[in-house]
């Protein structure tokens, strides 16, 4: 039993001092990538969010897929999705929730906090004040959580802001803006005039269910009334909620941090508004036994403050994709930006307009020009309105988040400030150590010093020459043409037969195209083409490649015909090997070509996009010669993806027992073993709602047994699903060699590997 006696000061709150190596502000992805990658650098973390769950828009609150450079596999961008930290929770959700469940999103991210001891997460708790030991130094912030009335205390060096609203870098007098730029600051022709509006919108998302009797609705009072006042509202479909309705939007000519309440107030009018058009209009019977299962409680925010840095990405920086020599991050989404009235306007929903390739995110735009100590994260971070269109999608947010974890990590190991690390030598170590935890960012490959594999002999049972995949899968046709990607060297000049069935006589052209620039996956130039006359019946083709690359990169061996001719295609997939077709995917604005308008500053080019498994196979062919893009030297590459070439060693197919040999001309102490495997980048790994054919990607070695030079079990995997398998030895291993046995994934998919990393 407690008793106070009565008082007549006030009563202060129970108040507990923290003090940690680094305070991130924000449990939205971003913040749990910063949080998540500083402490397994080592530091102590205090990550503070003020909604029960982590995510922010992933998370159940909101209900948001969280996508990125993949951009629902409907651009460009092959093999793209982001690495490191932000892979290994997607691969970690898609096998725990293929299905997409947001709920079950949420014990994912929240798994990957509670596993590491050294984060104090504090959920339900909001910064509301800031202190500084200097005009631009951050010394502590001040937080209440209102499930436990306590007050925090939060020190550090250094702090991140990953906020959304960016709270502490405005409260600490951090530079920022709010709103579009002109087009004449920084060149940008995308730049919208005030028609458009300057700040996109918040949303909110609904569910709805059929539970199998009639259900009556009554909307409430504040409910829509006039369902014409939203535009679009013919395009209701009774199938479609959840974030398939995102342009359920509003608030894009308020005031989107301040007015926040009343934007969610008038998105509730609309969606309930929209349920009772749905249920009482009498335009949609098939809607007599659904019911409103789900309604969003706070907004999903798109956009409100972005703070600068000691340099602004821009629209060129995404377009041209420009090289950044302190590149931390890869984006690739498109510049979509939304008009301010959303849901009342006229115009369409969204701008989608793509750049050809993915690009890289400076340094200089994740901490604050004017904060000395104050990292930023999510979508406050140093763009233009224009760029932020396509930073502001959550793996790119998150994938910056693991960027400035480990810089944290670097700044605390070495006694400096932020801006301190864009010394060269100091932004090559930081490079480096995000390429070794996977992050992947465009032009920085691996540095392969410290790596006790480099100075090994490495030999293997045996390797994929790839000079066929046989006709052992389905007939598909070319309505839409499609395309074989294959991994070409200058060397390369195969003849190419392919399998061909025709309804009725008619012609087929082929060509064999490759984008201009290498790593790109948008075809331009024609190297070689024929035309060829086909009979009805089943037939072979012969294509000779006449005119081969300049260098090594992907070619596209196009097919163009009609809905009247199919090809044959295989069971056969592996690594580094795709096919892709000349269609539209609506998801992305992608309607097969993209053809903007004159002056905007964007390309026109074609889309060629890929299928989803289970569809998407490879075409059935044979070559003339085999291609030797699956060779043991690919494990050396220090890229472990598919970009100019697979950057994969893959075993012959026939091969039962596949396996690699590691050999030192002396004993070595070894205390790590790091493997990278294939777990399909090429695939979009939605979070919520879309769903996935499967929860272990078909690439992904499952098994595999290391030994020591005297034969002696190491580590053995069952089971395997993750990209990056990290085997650390309790005491570290002297042996002279090691051996990897590794097993098929399956008979239709052969073992790879992209890369090895010895740790002493």
């Known amino acids: 039993m407690i008793i106070e006696t009565a008082t007549e000061g006030l009563r202060g709150l129970k108040c507990e001092n923290l003090a940690v190596d680094f305070a991130v502000i924000g449990g939205g992805l971003a913040g749990v990538c910063a949080a998540v990658t500083a402490v397994r650098q080592g530091l102590k973390v205090a990550l503070i969010q003020d909604r029960p769950v982590l995510g922010g828009n992933a998370s159940s609150e909101v209900r948001l897929w969280s996508l990125g450079a993949t951009s629902h596999m409907g651009n460009n961008n092959r093999w793209s999705r982001e690495g490191g930290l932000v892979d290994e929770i997607l691969v970690e959700n898609t096998y725990r929730n293929k299905e997409g469940n947001p709920l079950i999103f949420d014990t994912v991210l929240l798994e990957f906090v509670m596993r590491e001891p050294n984060i104090r997460l504090l959920l339900n708790t909001a910064v509301y004040e800031v202190e500084k030991s200097a005009p631009d130094t951050l010394s502590n912030v001040t937080a209440f959580c209102s499930q436990n009335s306590t007050r925090y205390v939060v020190s550090a060096p250094n702090f991140c802001d990953a906020s959304g609203d960016g709270i502490v870098g405005f409260q600490a007098g951090a530079a920022f803006r709010m709103g579009a730029e002109s087009s004449d600051e920084f060149g940008e022709h995308f730049a919208p005039d005030e028609s458009y509006g300057e700040l996109l919108g918040h949303t909110i998302y609904f569910y709805s269910k059929d539970v199998g009797k009639p259900v009556k609705y009554v909307a409430p009072e504040y409910a829509l009334k006039d369902i014409t006042e939203v535009p679009r509202y013919r395009d209701f479909d009774v199938k479609e909620h959840g974030c398939k309705l995102w342009w359920i939007e509003y608030g894009g000519r308020r005031d989107t941090v301040h007015d926040t309440e009343e934007i969610k107030h008038e998105l509730w009018k609309v969606v309930y508004g929209v349920w009772d058009h749905i249920k009482n209009s009498g335009e949609f019977p098939e809607a007599e036994n659904m019911t409103l299962e789900w309604v969003g409680t706070i907004p999903g925010k798109r956009e409100s403050r972005r703070f600068e840095g000691d340099t602004m990405l821009i629209q060129q920086d995404v377009v041209e994709q420009r090289i950044h020599e302190d590149a931390v991050a890869v984006g690739g989404w498109s510049l979509d930006l939304h008009p301010s009235d959303a849901v009342y306007s006229e115009k369409s929903p969204c701008n989608q307009w793509h750049s050809k390739g993915v690009y890289g995110i400076p340094y200089r735009c994740y901490y604050s020009r004017n904060i000395s100590n104050l990292f930023l994260a999510g979508r406050i971070i140093s763009a233009s309105h224009v760029a932020f269109g396509s930073t502001r999608v959550m793996l790119t947010c998150a994938h910056g988040g693991s960027a400035v974890g480990m810089a944290a990590a670097h700044c605390l190991r070495d006694g400096l400030k932020p801006r301190e690390l864009t010394e060269p030598t100091r932004m090559a170590a930081l490079q480096r150590a995000l390429n070794r935890v996977g992050q992947a960012i465009p032009g920085v490959a691996?540095?392969?010093?410290?790596?006790?594999?480099?100075?090994?002999?490495?030999?293997?049972?045996?390797?994929?020459?790839?000079?066929?995949?046989?006709?052992?899968?389905?007939?598909?046709?070319?309505?839409?043409?499609?395309?074989?990607?294959?991994?070409?060297?200058?060397?390369?000049?195969?003849?190419?037969?392919?399998?061909?069935?025709?309804?009725?006589?008619?012609?087929?052209?082929?060509?064999?195209?490759?984008?201009?620039?290498?790593?790109?996956?948008?075809?331009?130039?024609?190297?070689?083409?024929?035309?060829?006359?086909?009979?009805?019946?089943?037939?072979?083709?012969?294509?000779?490649v006449t005119n081969g690359v300049d260098q090594n990169r992907y070619g596209f061996l196009c097919l163009y015909g009609d809905e009247h001719v199919e090809v044959a295609c295989s069971e056969q997939r592996v690594t580094g090997l795709l096919t892709v077709r000349k269609k539209f995917n609506h998801a992305v604005s992608n309607t097969g070509e993209q053809v903007p308008p004159e002056g905007i500053g964007i390309d026109r080019f074609e889309f060629w996009v890929p299928d989803r498994r289970p569809e998407g196979y490879n075409l059935a062919f044979k070559l003339s010669e085999p291609l030797e893009a699956f060779e043991l030297e690919q494990l050396a590459s220090g890229t472990f993806r598919p970009t100019v070439s697979t950057n994969a060693w893959v075993a012959a197919a026939e091969d039962l027992t596949p396996r690699l040999d590691i050999a030192w001309d002396a004993e070595q102490s070894i205390r790590e073993v790091v493997l990278h495997f294939d777990t399909d980048f090429d695939h979009a790994?939605?979070?919520?709602?879309?769903?996935?054919?499967?929860?272990?990607?078909?690439?992904?070695?499952?098994?595999?047994?290391?030994?020591?030079?005297?034969?002696?079990?190491?580590?053995?995997?069952?089971?395997?699903?993750?990209?990056?398998?990290?085997?650390?030895f309790d005491e570290p291993?002297?042996?002279?060699?090691?051996?990897?046995?590794?097993?098929?994934?399956?008979?239709?998919?052969?073992?790879?590997?992209?890369?090895?990393?010895?740790?002493?």
């Open 446 to 544: 691996l540095a392969n010093d410290g790596d006790l594999a480099q100075s090994a002999a490495i030999s293997c049972s045996s390797t994929l020459q790839l000079s066929e995949l046989p006709a052992d899968g389905p007939w598909l046709d070319l309505k839409y043409p499609v395309a074989q990607l294959l991994p070409l060297t200058p060397k390369d000049r195969p003849t190419v037969t392919l399998r061909i069935r025709a309804k009725a006589p008619g012609e087929l052209r082929v060509a064999l195209r490759v984008s201009d620039k290498a790593g790109n996956f948008t075809p331009e130039a024609t190297l070689c083409e024929q035309t060829f006359t086909l009979t009805a019946g089943e037939q072979t083709i012969e294509f000779p």
């Open 685 to 728: 790994m939605e979070t919520a709602q879309w769903g996935h054919p499967e929860d272990v990607m078909p690439f992904c070695v499952r098994e595999y047994v290391i030994r020591d030079a005297d034969g002696q079990e190491l580590h053995r995997a069952t089971g395997n699903y993750q990209t990056i398998n990290r085997i650390q």
């Open 733 to 760: 291993v002297c042996t002279s060699g090691l051996t990897i046995d590794l097993a098929h994934p399956s008979e239709n998919v052969p073992a790879a590997l992209f890369g090895i990393y010895i740790n002493s």
